[in-house]
């Protein structure tokens, strides 16, 4: 299990990289007429770096001891933390990503498919910074920096 935490946890990092490649991308080319393969290419592994995330997310929802279904659980902040708040902020993140990407895909004016990217990818970054277990926001949590 602390393989899958490792993951999950050093994961981030590439994730929020891909995010800030794909927005940066996405900004700078949003008066462009083309939408080339280098933007469908970063697009798509942001987004599928972010599922793998999603999956190592779940497995570790149902077997990591940070989240119980207990007495109490909503009176305790690192339970109710993982259990509630990091796993719908992150759901929701990933899902707004994912039909952001859709949208740009099928828009046929390509200045328009970057905005789209900007736009979702932009919130769901802010989401996903929110809802990472930061030790110097949530230092309740006991989460460190990996």
């Known amino acids: 299990m602390n393989g899958l935490i490792a993951a999950h ?4 990092y590439i994730i929020l990289l ?5 927005i940066i991308n996405a900004l700078l080319n949003r008066n462009s ?3 080339s393969k280098k933007d ?17 997310g779940l497995i570790l929802y149902f077997i990591s001891d940070k989240v119980q ?5 909503m009176g305790d902040a690192k339970f109710h933390f993982f259990a509630i708040e990091h796993a719908l902020i992150m759901f929701f993140a990933i899902l707004l990503v994912t039909i952001g990407r859709g ?15 900007f736009r979702y990818y ?3 970054l802010i989401l ?9 926001i949530y230092p309740e949590l006991g989460a460190g920096w990996f």
């Open 128 to 136: 996903i910074f929110i809802a990472i277990p930061w030790p110097f």
């Open 40 to 56: 469908k290419m970063i697009n798509l592994f942001t987004m599928i770096f972010l599922h793998l995330q999603l999956v190592l």
């Open 69 to 73: 279904f207990v007495e109490g659980m």
């Open 33 to 35: 007429d083309t939408y």
């Open 18 to 22: 891909l995010l800030l490649i794909a």
């Open 9 to 12: 946890s050093g994961l981030r």
């Open 103 to 117: 949208k740009a895909e099928r828009h046929p004016i390509n200045k328009i498919r970057h905005k789209l990217v």
């Open 122 to 124: 932009g919130i769901g």
